[in-house]
């Protein structure tokens, strides 16, 4: 995301232009000894859980950051992190970042990739953007492994577990962007290709075994959720889980070292950990609970995102990963842009460069909402107004005025252009918010209430909706909630990331709206429930001209045109 004109030219030539230090000298800043360390190449490791040390997480600081509602022009929430933790690093605070992975569907779709941008990356920017350590590959072995085994035994009908082949929800998945592969037909082979029916893919990202990888806090932990996995039901409407089918050791050992969380290095040269990467639109949208306690492990600050709005992002970071976890963040900023702010005042996406005062204090009810959902958790937000080369003095000053006359700080941030130089004012609101703390968050809900009840705490205080409408189909799975003793789970909504509501135009703030639910899926071995609202895609498809279009590698391997 362009904020200046640059003179070196796009992310990636910075990326590779910057010079990079050897993993071990990044574990060395922060105490981890070499031996410690699991090498892929010079430059990225994995860590081993052992690091994790519960005395030390009490003791330091986790700084959450999120954003206002997202838009096209785009927000900068992980240039954000990045340069927020370079800034500290700068007033003399000891800080690392802790962020997801990239999935190759956005990266070679639209979106493209997630090692933030300018002077506030996180590198090998290549690396992390495409393969990695390889933990999307296996954690799509693993989902896989248990698609086979449920075809298997629909196929096997000597040791058959009687499965109703229309009551199986579990999908394959794959982490690209691929249209034609949301609903297929399988088991078309004849009598030894297995029993058709129809299936379909997700994208990886979207994997119920990508959210469970990111909040399991062992190898125990990590099999005990995946035999939970509920796969569907027999005729006579006996629950089958993953566990009936022997799936939780397989799987485990597919993803014995993906579980492990990756050190790499930001431009300056400060450690980074990056691991696990659920959609947060679908999914819980944070990183790995032992990633971030493995920061809190190693630094006195820790900061961490979520992904999308701080009404899907943030939410699911403190009512679920959280709730489970204990961990608690001590400040949260919300990253907000002129230009997003104007666009939530109804200015046209071409023309958001144009100064237009109206539209910005127009938009600003957006992130009043958002400022207000996280005081609701108790917790009091630092807004970083992430700078822009078109942007105004007389709009940036509007914003800060609206956040002052809330009661918010709030600071300028030129991360993209200037890296941590230009992050040391929100630096330090950070840490005065940090050092403000009263202490642990509020939930939105009770997680003993009832799903309707829970389910309608989020879209009343958290979206500003008037009521929620439960179409047939949710309240049928309503009854198999219930049915399945599973009623006392948190809630994962899946929602457009584009509006508070259910409704993607919907900008700004809008209230008094119905939320439609349309469904509710059950992830009980990730550990909630997933109110389905408006139409959502856990298979995305690619744009009419693809990012990949602008990839190439030269004769000697060098990679252009990634972002």
Same mark, same amino acid.
């Given at each position: 995301?362009?904020?200046?004109?640059?003179?070196?030219?796009?992310?990636?030539?910075?990326?590779?232009?910057?010079?990079?230090?050897?993993?071990?000298?990044?574990?060395?800043?922060?105490?981890?000894?070499?031996?410690?360390?699991?090498?892929?190449? @010079?430059?990225?490791?994995?860590?081993?859980?052992? #690091?994790?040390?519960?005395?030390?997480?009490?003791?330091?600081?986790?700084?959450?950051?999120?954003?206002?509602?997202? $838009?096209?022009?785009?927000?900068?929430?992980?240039? $954000?992190?990045?340069?927020?933790?370079?800034?500290?690093?700068?007033? %003399?605070?000891?800080?690392?970042?802790?962020?997801?992975? &990239?999935?190759?569907?956005?990266?070679?779709?639209?979106?493209?990739?997630?090692? %933030?941008?300018?002077?506030?990356?996180?590198?090998?920017?290549?690396?992390?953007?495409?393969?990695?350590?390889?933990?999307?590959?296996?954690?799509?072995?693993?989902?896989?492994?248990?698609?086979?085994?449920?075809?298997?035994?629909?196929?096997? $009908?000597?040791?058959?577990?009687?499965?109703?082949?229309? $009551?199986?929800?579990?999908?394959?998945?794959?982490?690209?962007?691929?249209?034609?592969?949301?609903?297929?037909?399988?088991?078309?082979?004849?009598?030894?290709?297995?029993?058709?029916?129809?299936?379909?893919?997700?994208?990886?990202?979207?994997?119920?075994?990508?959210?469970?990888?990111?909040? /399991?806090?062992?190898?125990?932990?990590? @099999?005990?959720?995946?035999?939970?996995? +509920?796969?569907?039901?027999?005729?006579?409407?006996?629950?089958?889980?993953?566990?009936?089918?022997?799936?939780?050791?397989?799987?485990?050992?597919?993803?014995?070292?993906?579980?492990? &969380?990756?050190?790499?290095?930001?431009?300056?040269?400060?450690?980074?950990?990056?691991?696990?990467?659920?959609?947060?639109? #679908?999914?819980?949208?944070?990183?790995?609970?032992?990633?971030?306690?493995? %920061?809190?492990?190693?630094?006195?600050?820790?900061?961490?995102?979520?992904?999308?709005?701080?009404?899907?992002? /943030?939410?699911?970071?403190?009512?679920?990963?959280?709730? +489970?976890?204990?961990?608690?963040?001590?400040?949260?900023?919300?990253?907000?842009?002129?230009?997003?702010?104007?666009?939530?005042?109804?200015?046209?996406?071409?023309?958001?460069?144009?100064?237009?005062?109206?539209?910005?204090?127009?938009?600003?009810?957006?992130?009043?909402?958002?400022?207000?959902?996280?005081?609701?958790?108790?917790?009091?937000?630092?807004?970083?107004?992430? @700078?822009?080369?078109?942007?105004?003095?007389?709009?940036?000053?509007?914003?800060?005025?609206?956040?002052?006359?809330?009661?918010?700080?709030?600071?300028?941030?030129?991360?993209?252009?200037?890296?941590?130089?230009?992050?040391?004012?929100?630096?330090?609101?950070?840490?005065?918010?940090?050092?403000?703390?009263?202490?642990?968050?509020?939930?939105?809900?009770?997680?003993?209430?009832?799903?309707?009840?829970?389910?309608?705490?989020?879209?009343?205080?958290?979206?500003?909706?008037?009521?929620?409408?439960?179409?047939?189909?949710?309240?049928?799975?309503?009854?198999?909630?219930?049915?399945?003793?599973?009623?006392?789970?948190?809630?994962?909504?899946?929602?457009?990331?584009?509006?508070?509501?259910?409704?993607?135009?919907?900008?700004?703030? &809008?209230?008094?709206?119905?939320?439609?639910?349309?469904?509710?899926?059950?992830?009980?071995?990730?550990?909630?429930?997933?109110?389905?609202?408006?139409?959502?895609?856990?298979?995305?498809?690619?744009?009419?001209?693809?990012?990949?279009?602008?990839?190439?590698?030269?004769?000697?391997?060098? #990679?252009?045109?990634?972002?």
């Amino acid at each position: 995301m362009a904020t200046s004109n640059n003179p070196i030219g796009s992310d990636l030539e910075i990326a590779q232009a910057a010079k990079i230090r050897h993993i071990s000298t990044i574990a060395d800043k922060i105490g981890i000894d070499e031996s410690q360390l699991e090498m892929y190449g @010079k430059y990225k490791a994995k860590l081993p859980l052992s #690091i994790i040390d519960p005395e030390k997480i009490k003791q330091n600081k986790l700084i959450l950051v999120t954003a206002m509602t997202p $838009t096209p022009a785009g927000e900068g929430k992980t240039t $954000t992190s990045i340069g927020l933790t370079e800034g500290l690093n700068r007033i %003399g605070k000891q800080a690392l970042v802790v962020l997801r992975e &990239p999935s190759l569907g956005p990266v070679f779709g639209i979106k493209g990739g997630a090692a %933030g941008g300018g002077y506030s990356q996180v590198i090998p920017m290549e690396d992390i953007n495409l393969h990695f350590t390889g933990d999307f590959s296996a954690i799509e072995k693993a989902n896989n492994l248990l698609a086979a085994l449920i075809d298997n035994n629909l196929q096997n $009908t000597k040791f058959s577990l009687g499965l109703d082949a229309r $009551t199986i929800s579990w999908k394959r998945v794959m982490d690209m962007n691929d249209r034609a592969l949301r609903d297929i037909v399988i088991g078309l082979g004849g009598k030894s290709g297995g029993v058709p029916r129809q299936d379909g893919f997700n994208i990886t990202a979207a994997s119920e075994i990508m959210a469970i990888l990111c909040l /399991a806090e062992g190898f125990s932990d990590l @099999k005990e959720k995946i035999g939970n996995i +509920y796969v569907g039901d027999t005729s006579d409407r006996k629950a089958i889980y993953a566990r009936d089918l022997k799936a939780p050791g397989p799987m485990a050992v597919l993803l014995k070292d993906a579980i492990k &969380p990756n050190l790499v290095q930001t431009l300056e040269g400060n450690a980074a950990i990056i691991h696990g990467g659920p959609f947060a639109n #679908i999914a819980q949208g944070t990183n790995s609970v032992v990633a971030t306690k493995m %920061g809190l492990s190693l630094s006195d600050y820790v900061v961490t995102e979520a992904g999308f709005g701080a009404d899907l992002g /943030a939410e699911k970071f403190l009512n679920i990963k959280c709730g +489970y976890s204990g961990l608690s963040p001590e400040a949260v900023v919300i990253v907000a842009t002129v230009r997003a702010l104007k666009y939530h005042g109804g200015l046209p996406l071409a023309d958001l460069k144009n100064t237009d005062l109206p539209a910005l204090k127009k938009g600003l009810a957006n992130l009043e909402k958002h400022i207000e959902n996280i005081q609701s958790f108790g917790l009091q937000p630092v807004v970083a107004i992430n @700078k822009f080369y078109s942007d105004t003095e007389e709009e940036i000053k509007a914003v800060h005025e609206k956040c002052a006359s809330l009661g918010v700080g709030s600071a300028t941030c030129e991360g993209w252009e200037k890296g941590g130089e230009g992050m040391t004012e929100l630096a330090q609101r950070v840490v005065e918010a940090a050092e403000a703390s009263k202490g642990r968050y509020k939930p939105t809900y009770d997680w003993k209430s009832s799903v309707e009840e829970k389910i309608t705490a989020i879209a009343t205080k958290i979206y500003g909706a008037s009521s929620v409408v439960f179409q047939p189909k949710a309240k049928l799975n309503l009854k198999r909630i219930e049915r399945l003793g599973l009623d006392h789970l948190p809630i994962c909504m899946a929602k457009t990331q584009n509006s508070f509501s259910d409704n993607p135009k919907a900008l700004g703030r &809008p209230e008094g709206f119905e939320l439609v639910v349309r469904e509710i899926e059950i992830a009980a071995g990730a550990g909630f429930l997933i109110p389905i609202t408006g139409v959502m895609m856990r298979m995305p498809g690619l744009p009419s001209v693809p990012a990949s279009e602008g990839m190439d590698i030269d004769e000697s391997g060098r #990679i252009i045109g990634l972002s």
